[in-house]
């Protein structure tokens, strides 16, 4: 039976760990997803919109097939500093690759767009190296969600975005997803409070979704103006299963599939929308091909799962309401 897993968590995934760090002043934030040992890793990107890090080094024919943790930011552009953040983190414990007398963790990162959101932008000096240093040394399996880490400025169509997390266990294997949700898309269906997603719960992670009474009259979504770029949503996928690269590539790609569960438009030319892969490799697949299928069915699912508890769980701020203040 296919069941969250014990905190419907991604840290359920063993050796999986997770840090936040924001910063309230700006309304901006970083998350770290630290594997305690080194994790086969791949990417996908669909947005038209991304700000990423390191995702050449997770392509199959990469020298480099090792990765040491994943840094999600908000501050667009700038947060990609998040990511030398964590690396300095790993170098001081010695995690990393050992060149000569060096330690290089490698570290994929990816950036949401939240410098809209509220906050001043005239800065000193940008927050977001010391946010990802910060959010990798608070990592461990519990974490918050909705308004924390790369959450915290997010947002998603007309509501409050931010950080959402679910598992999965299956057949002996666990798989579990972490979004930051800031879509310019819409999670919900048009006149509703239901989610896109309602079909996917489970125990009541949404708050007990009610199955929409009749097809919506228009589907049609209210686009605000907005620059190329200026939204996104990123996922990371973990699970123990034991994949190649190229295996973790296509879990990947199947996994955009929850983003199209769970929000509407999506992968537009105004989102960034990024997947990336960890996998720690403790389980072989009996069936390299069907295992496979299925696990990224799975992934899928908890990616939709994510990103509806992210914005289930999401406080208001800035001005930008909460899925929970609905009436």
Known sequence: MIRPGPSNSITDVPGILVGNAEAPELVTGATAILPERPAVGAVEVRGGGPGSRETEALAAESTVQEVHGI????????????????????????????????????????????????GPKHWDHPPWWELGYRAAEAAGADFALGNAGAGLGATAGKLKGGLGTASVTWDGLTVGALAVVNPMGSVLIPGSRTFWAWPFELDGEFGGQTPPGAPPADLDHDFAAAPPGANTTLAVIATDAHLTRAQAKRVACMAHDGFARAIRPVHSPLDGDTVFVLATGAIALADPVGDLARLGMLAADCTARAITRGVYEAAPLAGWPAYRDLP
């Open 71 to 118: 840094a999600l930011s908000g501050g667009s552009a700038y947060g990609l500093d998040a990511a030398g953040g964590v690396m300095h983190w790993l170098r001081g414990h010695g995690r990393g690759l050992a060149i000569a007398e060096a330690v290089v963790p490698i570290v994929p990162g990816a950036i949401i767009f939240d410098l809209a959101t509220g």
